[in-house]
C-alpha cells in the first residue's frame, strides 16, 4: 500500500510547479489502473480543495490582511489547545522565528501518524491537506475550539504558506513531513528517529502571494490573543517568544485560575467593590430532541467596580469570542437579574413600592467573562458571533442562579456593597431619564445646533465632517482655515468632564457634552443611533503636549462609554498636525515626527544648527497652515480609532484614566493594537 502511494506522488513530483494544473487534466482520464483509482481520486480533491483555498482565501479566513495573517497562527493554537481541552496538552509554545516563519509546539498525544482509511494517507498528512479534516477532530466528546467562525483547520493553512513542516513524537518515533507551494507535499510523513517525548510541532512560512499587505507578525497582537487564551484555559502554559530583530523577546502566560484572573486582570487599574471575584461553575448533561446527549460545561466570573460602565460582560464558546452574545448570555443576564432582585427584596434595599432593578443597574460596573464549552455550537447573527443552542441558556442561569444566590447568602458585606452600588445604577439611570427628557423636549422645541459650532453647508453626512478643537483660538483659526462646504468646527473650551468619574445626569448637564452630542446629532447611550449621525468623520484635533492628550483621551473615553458605536463603526479620528516647520529659500517645510525632521534636514541639505520651529500648540498655525498641515484633505494625515477587542479596550481606557500620566502619555505612540495608523 505505502509504496504504490509513494510512486504515484514521486511521478506527480516531476512536474510539481504544475501539479494542480496537471491533474485537472488527469481528472478526465479513466485509464487510471483500478489499484491507485481511490488514491488518485482523493488526491486530485484534496489538492483541488487546497487550490480553491488559495483562489478564495476570504472564504477560509477573516481576510489577506494584517487580522487574516493572524489567524493562520489562531488556527493552529487552536489544535493545540483542542489537545489540550482533551485533557493531554500541558504546554504551548509559539516561536517566531528569525526568518519571519512561526513555530507552534505543543506535548499533546501527537497528531496520529497511523493511515487514515477515508484518505488513504497518514493522520499528519490528511490533517495538512483535506479541507475541514479538522471537522472530524470533535468526534468522541471532544471539545473543539476550531469549527468556529474561522475554525477552518491546518490544511487551509498549509494551502496559504510557501512552505509547512510537521514533526510529530509519538509512541517512541519521531515522523516528519514537509509541504511547499500551498501545501504539495515533499514525500509522504516520514519516520526520522527515536522519541522518548510526545507532541506535535508545526512551523509554516505565510505565502506573500497571498497575504499582499504584509507577511510580518505583529508580537502585540500575538500576545493579546495568547494571553486571552491562557486565561480561558486554566493550567495551561503558554510561551511566546520572538527571534526576529536584535533582542529576543519572550512572554509566558499560565493562570491556575483562569477566568478569575482574567476578571482580576481586566480590573487592575479599577477599584473593586466585592473584594474577591465571584466564581461559579459547572457542566450539565442535555439530552437534545432527537435523543442525542452533549455536555455543556459553562464557568461565570465577576467582580464589580465603581467604573461606570454597564458593557463589561465577555462571553466566549469554545474559546472564541461572542462578540455578539447569545443565549449563555442570555442566561446570564436572567440569573443576575432574579438574584439581585432577589437579594435587594429581602435585604430592604428595594421597598414594597419599588420596581426591579433593571439589567443595566445590575451589571453597573461589572466586569464578568462567561466561558462555555459546548460538543456542537451554532453561532448566528450579523457576524456569526452570537451563540444559538438554545440549551445554554438554561445551564448557565441555572449554574449562576444557584452559586451566586449561595454567595450572597454567605457574603452579607459583599451582597450590601453590591447591591449599593447597583441601587446608585439605578438612581443615576433615573435621574439622566429625566434629564434626557428635558433635554428632548427643549430640543424639540428649538431644533438650534450650539451656537459655538460652526457647521458646514452640506448637509450629506458621507462627506461631512466635524472638527473638535481644543481651545477657543485654534477653534478660530481652524473655522477660517477650513473647506465650509464639509468641515465643521466645534472648538472645546478647556478640559472636558472625565466621563469615567462623573454620573449620567452630571454628563447630560455639562455644556461642552451637550454641544457634542446635539453636533454628532445622534443621541446617546442606549439611544444612541449611528445611523443618524451628522458626520462620517469626527475629528479630534488637540495639541501634541500632555493637556492634549488629556482631553484626547477623555473624548475618546467619552465616545468609548456613551456612543460606542461611533467607535465600532470607525468613525473617529485624531489629527496629526505637524510637530516641526523649517523655512527654506522662502517655503515652509513641515515635518511630522523626528525622524521625518531628520529625514528633511538631510533631503534640504541643511547645515547643523539651521533653525526649524516646534510648535508648542494649534494655537502657533494660522488659518492657512492649519489648512495645508491637517486638515486639507489632500495633504493631511490623519489616524482612525478602532477598537479590535473591547475587553482589551475598555482595559487600556482603564489603565489611561487611572492616576499615571505615563500610561497616557505612551497612548497614542505605543498602543499599535489599539490605534491603527491611516494615510487618508
Ligand atoms: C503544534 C501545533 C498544533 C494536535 C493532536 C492529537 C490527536 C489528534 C491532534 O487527533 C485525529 C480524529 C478522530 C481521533 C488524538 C492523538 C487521539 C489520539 C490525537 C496540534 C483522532 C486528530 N492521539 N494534537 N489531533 N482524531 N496538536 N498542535 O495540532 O479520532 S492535533
Given at each position: 500500500m505505502e509504496e504504490e502511494k509513494k510512486t504515484i506522488v514521486n511521478e506527480n513530483k516531476e512536474d510539481d510547479d504544475n501539479l494542480i494544473y496537471k491533474i485537472e487534466e488527469v481528472e478526465g482520464e479513466e485509464e487510471l489502473e483500478k489499484a491507485d483509482e481511490h488514491y488518485d481520486a482523493s488526491n486530485i480533491k484534496v489538492l483541488k480543495g487546497l487550490e480553491a483555498v488559495r483562489k478564495r482565501p476570504g472564504m477560509y479566513i477573516a481576510n489577506t490582511g494584517e487580522a487574516g495573517l493572524h489567524h493562520l497562527v489562531w488556527e493552529i493554537v487552536d489544535n493545540a489547545i483542542d489537545e489540550s481541552l482533551a485533557g493531554f496538552c500541558h504546554n504551548i509554545e509559539v516561536t517566531i522565528n528569525k526568518d519571519g516563519s512561526i513555530s507552534v509546539q505543543d506535548d499533546g498525544r501527537g497528531i496520529p501518524v497511523d493511515i487514515v482509511a477515508d484518505s488513504g494517507l497518514s493522520g499528519v498528512e490528511t490533517a495538512f491537506t483535506v479541507l475541514h479534516a479538522g471537522g472530524k477532530f470533535g468526534e468522541g466528546g471532544g471539545y473543539k475550539v476550531s469549527g468556529g467562525l474561522h475554525g477552518v483547520g491546518a490544511s487551509v493553512v498549509n494551502a496559504l504558506s510557501t512552505w509547512c513542516e510537521v514533526t510529530v513524537h509519538k509512541d517512541g518515533g519521531a515522523y516528519f513531513v514537509r509541504f511547499e507551494?500551498?501545501?504539495?507535499?515533499?514525500g509522504h510523513l516520514e519516520k526520522v528517529g527515536e522519541a522518548d517525548d510526545q507532541g506535535t510541532k508545526v512551523t509554516f512560512m505565510p505565502d506573500p502571494e497571498i497575504f499582499t499587505e504584509t507577511t510580518t507578525f505583529n508580537y502585540e497582537t500575538i500576545k493579546t490573543r495568547l494571553r486571552q487564551t491562557a486565561f480561558l484555559n486554566a493550567g495551561v502554559k503558554i510561551i511566546l517568544t520572538d527571534l526576529r530583530g536584535e533582542n529576543a523577546r519572550s512572554d509566558t502566560f499560565c493562570y491556575e485560575g483562569g477566568i478569575k484572573e482574567y476578571v482580576k486582570f481586566l480590573n487592575s487599574s479599577k477599584t473593586p467593590i466585592n473584594a474577591n471575584v465571584i466564581y461559579c461553575s459547572g457542566a450539565e448533561k442535555v439530552t437534545l430532541i432527537n435523543g442525542e446527549v452533549e455536555e455543556i460545561i459553562a464557568e461565570v466570573a465577576m467582580q464589580w467596580t465603581d467604573?461606570?460602565?454597564?458593557?463589561?460582560v465577555y462571553s466566549f464558546c469554545n474559546n472564541i469570542l461572542t462578540k455578539e452574545g447569545g443565549t449563555h448570555v442570555d442566561g446570564f443576564n436572567s440569573a443576575l437579574n432574579r438574584t439581585v432582585n432577589s437579594h435587594a427584596r429581602r435585604l430592604k434595599v428595594l421597598g414594597d413600592k419599588d420596581d426591579n432593578f433593571v439589567g443595566d443597574d445590575c451589571r453597573e460596573g461589572l466586569t464578568c467573562i462567561i466561558s462555555v464549552k459546548h460538543p456542537n455550537p451554532q453561532y448566528e447573527g450579523q457576524t456569526k458571533t452570537k451563540l444559538g443552542n438554545t440549551e445554554v441558556r438554561k445551564v448557565v442561569s441555572n449554574i449562576v442562579s444557584k452559586q451566586l444566590d449561595q454567595y450572597f447568602l454567605e457574603n452579607p458585606d459583599q451582597v450590601n456593597l453590591i447591591l449599593a452600588t447597583v441601587k446608585r445604577a439605578a438612581n443615576g439611570r433615573m435621574a439622566a431619564q429625566k434629564a434626557r427628557e428635558t433635554a428632548r423636549k427643549s430640543s424639540l422645541t428649538i431644533t438650534n445646533l450650539p451656537g459655538k459650532l460652526a457647521d458646514c453647508s452640506s448637509k450629506d453626512p458621507s462627506e461631512c465632517e466635524l472638527y473638535i478643537v481644543e481651545g477657543n483660538s485654534a477653534g478660530g483659526n481652524a473655522k477660517s482655515g477650513r473647506d465650509s462646504r464639509t468641515q465643521a468646527i466645534l472648538p472645546l473650551r478647556g478640559k472636558i468632564l472625565n466621563v469615567k468619574k462623573a454620573n449620567e445626569a452630571r454628563i447630560y448637564n455639562n455644556a461642552e457634552i451637550g454641544n457634542m452630542i446635539t453636533a454628532i446629532g445622534?443621541?446617546?447611550?442606549?439611544?444612541?443611533?449611528?445611523?443618524?449621525?451628522?458626520?462620517?468623520k469626527i475629528v479630534i484635533m488637540t495639541d501634541a503636549d500632555v493637556d492634549g492628550d488629556h482631553i484626547r483621551i477623555l473624548l475618546l473615553t467619552f465616545f468609548y462609554r456613551f456612543m460606542r458605536p461611533l467607535l465600532d463603526g470607525g468613525y473617529v479620528y485624531i489629527a496629526q498636525p505637524p510637530l516641526y516647520k523649517i523655512d527654506y529659500k522662502g517655503k515652509p517645510y513641515y515635518a511630522y515626527n523626528d525622524e521625518q525632521l531628520e529625514r528633511l534636514k538631510k533631503a534640504l541639505n541643511l547645515k547643523p544648527g539651521y533653525p526649524f520651529q516646534r510648535y508648542k500648540g494649534l494655537g502657533e498655525m494660522d488659518a492657512e497652515q492649519l489648512w495645508e498641515t491637517t486638515m486639507d484633505p489632500q495633504a493631511r494625515k490623519m489616524i482612525r480609532i478602532t477598537i479590535d477587542d473591547a475587553a482589551e479596550a475598555d482595559k487600556i481606557f482603564s489603565d489611561l484614566m487611572g492616576d499615571d500620566v505615563e500610561p497616557r502619555k505612551t497612548f497614542i505612540n505605543e498602543n499599535a493594537k489599539f490605534v491603527t495608523n491611516l494615510d487618508i
Open positions: 507551494d500551498g501545501g504539495h507535499p515533499v467604573t461606570a460602565n454597564s458593557n463589561g445622534a443621541g446617546i447611550d442606549s439611544s444612541f443611533d449611528v445611523s443618524k449621525i451628522r458626520y462620517h
